[in-house]
């Protein structure tokens, strides 16, 4: 047992015990070592090979989260967490803290160099109805079909949806499980981007944002598994007083009548301001077939349409996607994909047809 000077001379004059000193710092060594237990460090590595067909082959940058990595090997992002989960209590805390190291770090707009803190939040529960659950600090965005991170989507490259959506947040989020089959989440935020502590021209403009999502019921039968979420973020974007962001989000995860057949759909709108060129909308359709434990065959479909602008007309597109995900080895997920994107107009500078094929490898741990 470890006690300074000053602990000494109080027990000699009577003023601590020291049998509740010796206590207090057992009980503080038990609370350190119990955090500590249940500490876990986790992550993965993204690597991948590009190769996009044309003369430009920029307009396919947004098919990965990174820059143009079209004909070459990459290094996508190694991500790094480190956390506690929040316990059973009725005031229970936790943490969670996701690092990005890597060429992809810097397109979260939330670092440079290479090095971005992704998620960094303190997990709070406040005792109210079942228990209501907040996360402050920055964390990802309440609304979307796909997440920002490579090993949690059912493809490698993001979606057109995924790319007029809110990302990344900094301020408050709440959730509430109203019922067995009903959860709600809203947030307020500095801005509607990620944005590192970012604020807009008028301090006193926040990001707010609501989410609910429905699951039906075990009486549904075959679709007691379905999913609906329903959002709605407004907010403005950093440095920018002026142009209020409204972004929309449906989606549904369907199961079918064929035994392993996962479907889902997801349509994303985004309002900028008002006039020409100030809507953008995505509807996309999502298929997974599990041929096996170790093969899961994906399509995705989406319809773009961006609004015209004083240019002209808006670029209209269809975008195609096939996967297979395969894991050979242990704790690596293999995934190759064909992907390409038809242009309904388009200007003698730029492609009115561009082809991918991507292969990625996540290690996770």
Not at 123 to 137: A, I, K
Request: no cysteine.
């Amino acid at each position: 047992m470890n006690m300074n000077k000053w602990t000494v001379g109080l027990a000699a004059a009577g003023v601590v015990s020291l049998a509740s000193v010796a206590q207090a710092q057992e009980a503080a060594a038990n609370s350190v070592q119990t955090k500590l237990a249940t500490t876990s460090l986790s992550g993965y590595v993204s690597t991948s090979f590009n190769w996009i067909s044309g003369d430009n082959t920029g307009a396919a940058t947004g098919y990965s989260l990174g820059g143009d990595k079209s004909d070459r090997f990459a290094l996508d992002v190694v991500s790094l967490s480190l956390g506690s989960p929040m316990g059973s209590g009725e005031w229970a805390t936790g943490y969670n803290v996701q690092l990005w190291l890597g060429p992809d770090a810097d397109q979260l707009s939330v670092g440079g160099s290479g090095t971005a803190v992704k998620n960094a939040y303190i997990e709070l529960r406040v005792p109210v109805g079942s228990g209501l659950n907040l996360q402050v600090g920055r964390f990802d965005s309440i609304i979307g079909y796909e997440g920002i991170d490579y090993n949690r989507n059912p493809f490698y490259s993001h979606s057109w949806g995924y790319d007029i959506e809110p990302t990344l947040h900094t301020g408050v989020k709440a959730s509430y499980q109203v019922a067995a089959e009903l959860k709600v989440s809203a947030l307020i935020a500095n801005t509607i981007d990620p944005d590192d502590n970012a604020v807009n021209d008028n301090n006193s403009r926040k990001t707010y944002g609501l989410a609910a999502t429905i699951g039906a019921p075990d009486s549904f039968g075959s679709l007691a598994d379905a999913e609906l979420t329903v959002g709605y973020i407004s907010g403005r974007s950093s440095g920018n007083a002026a142009t209020n962001i409204q972004n929309l989000y449906v989606g549904a995860s369907i199961p079918t009548p064929i035994k392993d057949l996962k479907a889902g759909i997801a349509w994303d709108n985004r309002q900028a301001g008002g006039g020409p060129g100030s809507s953008d909308s995505v509807l996309a359709l999502y298929l997974a077939y599990k041929v096996n434990d170790q093969l899961t065959t994906n399509v995705r479909v989406e319809r773009v349409n961006d609004g015209p602008s004083s240019q002209g007309p808006g670029s209209d597109a269809w975008d195609f996607t096939l996967g297979a995900n395969y894991s050979i080895w242990d704790g690596v997920t293999t995934r190759a994909e064909w992907r390409t994107t038809i242009k309904d107009t388009y200007s003698g500078s730029v492609d009115q047809k561009t082809t991918a094929v991507m292969v990625n490898m996540i290690y996770e741990f």
